[in-house]
């Protein structure tokens, strides 16, 4: 290796070619770089030519302009292909490459196009079908990794003594408790017409209402042990997301105070990474998301540092502001709630970056890829096609060392007929994900 970091040449030092260069560069290709405004400094290292200037011996990528500008406008970017992969921004033919990876990759992993007007769907929310990485058929690609990869490989062709760091591929489960209980948790009232409902239009559900509450059976939403089994048998990495907002339209969770729900909680602390699911308000309420991290931090009497929305429910910059303000420094809600894939292009975590203030933030995003209410409700998959899904989408990954997020609830894993082959699924994910 270089002796030195690789020197990037520009003519602005600014806050987003910092930051995508340190994803690129830094994060995925284990390179130690500097960024440079004045050729004298550029010494013997390796050069990237980032600017309109001729400079000997250098790499260089003609610059496309996103990075320099400040604020927003609309972009237009248009496809072409390189190395079998699509990219936009294209540059000149002096340049090195046929695009601009630094502002194409800033564009995908800032989420710029979440910032410009879209038509948000019924929750109020940025869908798949809006992104210009499903119009354009690479949303199920890692394409900010597959495009450092061949970043790579080229700049070895003009340094050849360069080394890489090897990127090895990791997986991590993360589950969200929308709904702990069928029947435990809810007050005397929300019982007892959950009780007469039930007699008017499910009877055969009466007698096992009847037995959990009266009996102390188990619930048939309380498939914990069997979830906590499945983790300790793949040896898994996991983080569980807990809500504790109060009951709407969208919040089906008990209250924080039920002791059934509190013992809950402390049991699934007392194994796992816990996180808060701030309620559907919470996403544009920073009080009502101050309140519901209390309330979590009051129950396991430790604060807690991560999130994710509950219904994927966020709104850039706001939702995300809110969370660093709130001091939660990682998130996960970054994935689309009706198809699979790579929202921000990128498999891997990264920083958020606040486009309206122009600076990257201390808030850790770590993308999710799957969903199993993505494949079962929006997509309407079997199980087993959606094995498939979880298989290639793993594979994809894995081919560029990089870490699977799949996204889980409890509700999906029922021991009744009409699930059992979800665990299956589950079961097999797990297997397969492993290292």
Known sequence: MYPGPVKIFTARDVPRLRYITEIILGDILGLTWDIVTDKRKLGKNPVINYSSDDIHGSFRIYPHGLLSETGLRNQMPVISEWKGLPVFFQTTEESDLPFDIFSASFFLVSRYEEYLDFEPDQYGRFSAPNSFAYKNSFLLKPIVELWARELSKTLLMRFPSMTFKRNVFTSRLTLDIDQPFAYLGKDIFRSIGGFLKEVSHNPANVSLRYRTLAKGEKDPYDVFDYIFEMIAKNNTDVRIFIPTGDRSAYDKNPSWHNEDYRKLITKVRQKFPIGLHPSFEASENAKTLKTEKDRLQEIVSEEIKISRFHFIKMRLPYSYRNLVDAGITEDYTMGFPDEPGFRAGISRPFYFFDLIEDKKC???????????????????????????????IINEIRNVGGLFVSLWHNTSLLETEEWKRWRTTFETMLKYQAP
């Open 362 to 392: 201390t808030l850790k995003i770590n993308p999710f890829q799957v969903m199993d209410m993505t494949l079962i409700k929006y997509r309407g998959l079997s199980p087993e096609e959606s094995s498939e899904i979880f298989a290639s």
